[in-house]
């Protein structure tokens, strides 16, 4: 009961009847229509049969009277498969053929003269549809027939005409094949309708049971496709392409958390032991104030470290991607040259700058900017040759190719060992040559994040000697841009976003 | 020295004095923070230094007192309960109420501050955040707001030193001093909150227009540079360094 109950309410079953009713009536008017079309043409065919009968016997009777007519007339009405013939006086009363009496309607209403050779019951037309009873027949069965009713000169009349059982036999034939054929569209499509729905309602079935367990939590499930491609299939693959981001999403922020938490714990055990220390250690005010102001930078860059950590974790989850924008490269990079062009000087280094006019990236200028001020950072701070009295010599350089923004930042330092290189991209990775320096270990991996980000990467070359970080970008073509006139706003005013 | 007031003792809040200098005219502050013990820091320490700070604990009571109160500033919270900060400060907007607002915030992802701005805010302030950064701040809109009236003017003096921002000249005891684009920018955002301590992110901001974390004293480079030029040759420095949280402008011998 409920699964009739259930497929009632199937879209597929509905659609199914749906059409099924429209065969149902298709079928009927094609069928119908050339059953009228066949009809017609019998009736053409009678009509013009038997005017060709009136011509010739009318011709005979010209030729040789009344006697030679009802000869005629005789000979023709004995023959197998005869049409119908009676001649009669003027007055109506039989004389030959094979027809008992001219029928009654025929007799009483005469046509006109310019009447058509058509079949109908009205005064326009040559030819009436009429029973009529068979002069050999015994019985009174009477027959259907198209007759004609000539007069002939000298006012004897001329009944000519052919059975129409044929048809009537034709209209049976279509009555049956009509029949038939609407039970067997019925059937069919009953069954093809039932088979489509059952594997129809299978699938959508199975895909609600695999969404329910997905829904209960149990992410790693996912929809079958069967590979036809057909809609199911399409849909299925959406689905599952949708539980695939979802999953990614949820692992990263689970990933995110956990790695905050591990990440945070170094600097938070080194804050607690400084307090811990003041507090042993400390015996004056002055000690003691000296070892507050202590805890506090330390917690300042505990801060510095979570927000850090927050935004490449954010960046590594892909959450910045709606508020990206195109903007100019060359002016993030030129700005931030600028930026620490003062303290190359300040620390006797020297920063040289060559960018390429227009860059066009599609990114966020921020964290472009942010990246690079890493770089630079990190070139300035551990670019210098070893040796005392040694300046560092940085470079901040561009280079524009088909589809790509290079950007690099190199200097003439130790540089990074080769089987090193992958891993100062990590968090807190720091070598051994800079723990003596202030830092967290964190700058080349919000570089690699921004990077991402943008759908680029960032390298770590030999400079041969140094080291040179090369952030590679796709370029964003003009013609590609929905209005270039945004780019060059974006110089204005580049801290709102426009999107 | 200046207005600053050095504490001799540790401040009752356990402030460090450091970050304790005095603000000429009192603001009245009003806070809307749903933790507590935030806001209760925060009502202490504004308190502490030299201004009027109440504290609503929710959106709807925040929104009531704003609308209601004189406040010079309002410090929003972006999540609160019965009414979020953004709505809360789109609300008043709506009313006419164009006290400067701060945005505080948990979430420092890129596209928050600019959301925040949108809705009406005039700053953004991520947390965590010292609380030098944001006195600064407020203090900053305070002041903006009191000259909002008069207009901008075209001309910065701060005792013998003069900015053109027309011409772009810069003048200190009448002979000319030659100035790079990008220092002439900062010593004009330095003067146009003359008096009032300036951060080194609101520099980065102001100045270079960029809202991240320069790692290291870059700030602190370029304000070292543009001092050699103003302060160099004359007895009394403008330029000062207020410890633990950025820079003043100020003359320091009109009060010494």
């Given at each position: 009961m409920s699964g009739i109950a259930k497929l009632w309410r199937s879209t597929a079953f509905r659609l199914l009847l749906a059409y099924l009713f429209i065969f149902i009536v298709f079928a009927f008017f094609t069928l119908g229509y050339v059953a009228w079309n066949a009809r017609r043409v019998l009736d053409d065919q009678i009509v013009s049969t038997v005017e060709a009968e009136i011509t010739g016997l009318s011709e005979q009777y010209r030729l040789g009277g009344i006697r030679r007519l009802v000869n005629i007339v005789e000979r023709r009405a004995r023959q197998p498969g005869a049409s119908l013939y009676l001649l009669a006086t003027?007055?109506?009363?039989?004389?030959?053929?094979?027809?008992?009496?001219?029928p009654a309607g025929l007799a009483a209403q005469p046509s006109r003269v310019d009447a058509k050779p058509c079949i109908g019951r009205g005064p326009d037309c040559l030819y009436r549809e009429s029973p009529y009873g068979r002069s050999s027949d015994p019985d009174t069965v009477t027959h259907q027939a198209i007759v004609r009713v000539f007069t002939l000169p000298g006012g004897f009349r001329l009944l000519v005409g052919r059975d129409v059982e044929e048809r009537a036999r034709l209209r049976e034939v279509m009555r049956r094949a009509l029949g038939w054929s609407l039970l067997l569209v019925g059937v069919l499509g009953l069954l093809g309708g039932w088979f489509v729905t059952r594997r129809v309602l299978k699938r959508v079935d199975d895909m609600t049971e695999t969404t329910r367990t997905i829904m209960a939590g149990d992410l790693s499930g996912r929809l079958a496709v069967s590979g036809s491609g057909d809609e199911f299939d399409r849909l299925a693959h959406n689905l599952n392409a949708m539980l695939e981001r979802i999953g990614e999403l949820m692992a990263g922020m689970k990933e995110v958390s956990d790695n905050i938490a591990h990440d945070l714990k170094t600097p938070l055990t080194r804050l607690r032991n400084k307090a811990d220390e003041a507090l042993r250690a400390a015996r004056t005010p002055d000690e003691l104030r000296a070892a507050l102001e202590g805890t506090i930078e330390e917690s300042d860059n505990l801060i510095r470290i979570f927000n850090a950590l927050l935004m490449i974790a954010r960046l590594e989850a892909g959450n910045a991607r709606e508020t990206l924008s195109d903007f100019d490269a060359a002016e993030v990079a030129r700005g931030v040259a600028e930026l620490y062009e003062a303290v190359a000087e300040e620390g006797g280094a020297t920063l040289e700058v060559a960018v390429e006019p227009d860059l066009p990236v599609h990114g966020n200028r921020e964290l472009l900017g942010q990246a690079l001020a890493n770089l630079l950072d990190n070139a300035l701070k551990y670019g210098a040759a070893t040796g005392p009295g040694v300046a560092a010599q940085v470079s901040v350089s561009t280079k524009k190719t088909d589809d790509r923004v290079v950007i690099m930042v190199a200097d003439r330092g130790p540089g990074i060992p080769e089987r090193d290189r992958g891993r100062v991209t990590e968090r807190f990775v720091r070598l051994e040559s800079a723990r003596s320096r202030p830092g967290f270990g964190l700058g080349l991996s919000l570089a690699t994040a921004v990077a991402r980000l943008h759908g680029g990467a960032l390298r770590l070359e030999d400079n041969g000697p140094g080291l040179c970080a090369v952030l590679e970008l796709p370029l964003v073509r003009r013609e590609a841009r929905e209005a270039p006139a945004e780019a060059a706003l974006q110089g204005v005013e580049p801290s709102f976003q426009r999107t | 020295m200046l207005c600053l007031r050095q504490v001799g003792q540790p401040s009752t809040s356990g402030l460090p004095s450091v970050f304790v200098w005095r603000y000429d005219a009192a603001m009245r502050i009003l806070i809307i923070e749903d933790d507590r013990e935030a806001a209760a820091y925060l009502v202490k320490a504004f308190r502490e230094t030299g201004h009027v700070a109440d504290h609503a604990a929710d959106g709807i009571d925040g929104y009531a007192m704003a609308r209601e109160g004189s406040y010079g500033v309002l410090v929003v919270d972006r999540m609160l309960p019965k009414l979020d900060g953004l709505s809360l400060i789109r609300s008043l907007r709506e009313q006419g109420v164009d006290t400067p607002v701060l945005i505080l915030s948990a979430l420092g992802q890129v596209d928050d501050r600019v959301k925040g701005l949108r809705a009406g805010g005039d700053d953004y302030l991520p947390k965590p955040y010292a609380f030098s950064e944001l006195l600064a701040r407020v203090e900053v809109l305070a002041r903006r707001r009191a000259a909002s009236g008069s207009g901008e003017p075209t001309v910065y003096r701060v005792a013998d030193l003069e900015l053109d921002r027309l011409s772009h000249r810069v003048n200190r005891n009448g002979s000319e001093i030659v100035l790079q684009p990008r220092e002439f920018r900062l010593l004009e955002y330095l003067m146009k909150n003359a008096g009032q301590v300036v951060t080194r992110t609101m520099l980065l901001e102001h100045v270079w227009d960029y809202h991240f974390d320069p790692q290291t004293n870059v700030i602190d480079v370029h304000v070292s540079r543009l001092r050699s030029k103003i302060d160099k040759c004359f007895e009394r420095p403008l330029i000062h360094t207020i410890r633990g949280a950025g820079y003043m402008v100020r003359d320091s011998g009109a009060k010494a």
């Open positions: 003027p007055a109506g009363e039989r004389i030959a053929g094979n027809v008992d009496e001219i | -």
